[in-house]
């Protein structure tokens, strides 16, 4: 008698479904980590346009960066201002209808203590240039505004001359020349080498004209 042939295995439905519902869900992480890692190449590269492009304006702009690095260090190492006070002035003035004297007190701001120590070695000299200055001076001059702004600039030039410093005023302008073809040409001006002025300003502690 011949035996039955064997039925076939039964796939069991159960099993076979959550192998294909894993199988799903790896491609679709691989994907979102690709649309992230795609993602994040694009966001680096525009950032590094971005600082390239700010490089590229910061070099056109030329002493722009040394300039704010140099405020920087400025204000990190801010140190309060050196003042070198001189005794008051006391000289007649040059007035011809009148005689009329003037007391002036002059203070002088300076760069650093080193100027102010230097500065004192050649305050006999500088006292000298200064009298001089007022000696030439008339009291209606000296009682101008004008007068006054001019008086510091010359007492500035004056305090700086004996330490052989030399404040050389902007040449004026050039005046035109006419040449050969009767066309007017205009003069070159002469540059000139700025020195260092260790004085930043001259201050008047007191003023007074009789």
């Given at each position: 008698m011949a035996t039955a042939a064997a039925a076939p295995p039964v796939v069991d439905a159960e099993v076979v479904v959550p192998k294909k519902g894993k199988k799903k869900l790896i491609i679709i992480i691989a994907a979102v980590l690709a649309v992230l890692l795609i993602g994040g190449g694009v966001a680096a590269y525009m950032l590094k346009q971005k600082a390239a492009a700010e490089a590229a304006a910061d070099a056109e702009d030329g002493d722009a960066p040394v300039a704010k690095e140099e405020h920087a260090k400025k204000d990190e190492h801010k140190?309060?201002?050196?003042?070198?006070?001189?005794?008051?002035?006391?000289?007649?003035?040059?007035?011809?209808?009148?005689?009329?004297?003037?007391?002036?007190?002059?203070?002088?701001?300076?760069?650093?203590?080193?100027?102010?120590?230097?500065?004192?070695?050649?305050?006999?000299?500088?006292?000298?240039?200064?009298?001089?200055?007022?000696?030439?001076?008339?009291?209606?001059?000296?009682?101008?505004?004008?007068?006054?702004?001019?008086?510091?600039?010359?007492?500035?030039?004056?305090?700086?001359r004996p330490m052989g410093i030399n404040i050389v005023a902007d040449t004026p302008a050039a005046e035109p020349s006419t040449s050969a073809d009767g066309a007017d040409k205009p003069k070159k001006k002469k540059k000139k080498p700025v020195e260092h002025n260790p004085i930043v300003s001259v201050n008047f502690s007191s003023f007074i004209i009789q």
């Amino acid at each position: 008698m011949a035996t039955a042939a064997a039925a076939p295995p039964v796939v069991d439905a159960e099993v076979v479904v959550p192998k294909k519902g894993k199988k799903k869900l790896i491609i679709i992480i691989a994907a979102v980590l690709a649309v992230l890692l795609i993602g994040g190449g694009v966001a680096a590269y525009m950032l590094k346009q971005k600082a390239a492009a700010e490089a590229a304006a910061d070099a056109e702009d030329g002493d722009a960066p040394v300039a704010k690095e140099e405020h920087a260090k400025k204000d990190e190492h801010k140190v309060p201002p050196v003042f070198v006070a001189l005794d008051p002035f006391v000289v007649n003035l040059a007035d011809r209808d009148a005689e009329r004297f003037a007391q002036i007190g002059v203070t002088l701001q300076v760069d650093d203590a080193h100027v102010a120590d230097e500065l004192k070695l050649y305050l006999p000299a500088v006292r000298n240039g200064i009298l001089m200055v007022l000696a030439h001076k008339t009291s209606a001059e000296l009682l101008e505004r004008s007068g006054k702004e001019l008086l510091a600039a010359e007492i500035m030039r004056e305090s700086v001359r004996p330490m052989g410093i030399n404040i050389v005023a902007d040449t004026p302008a050039a005046e035109p020349s006419t040449s050969a073809d009767g066309a007017d040409k205009p003069k070159k001006k002469k540059k000139k080498p700025v020195e260092h002025n260790p004085i930043v300003s001259v201050n008047f502690s007191s003023f007074i004209i009789q």
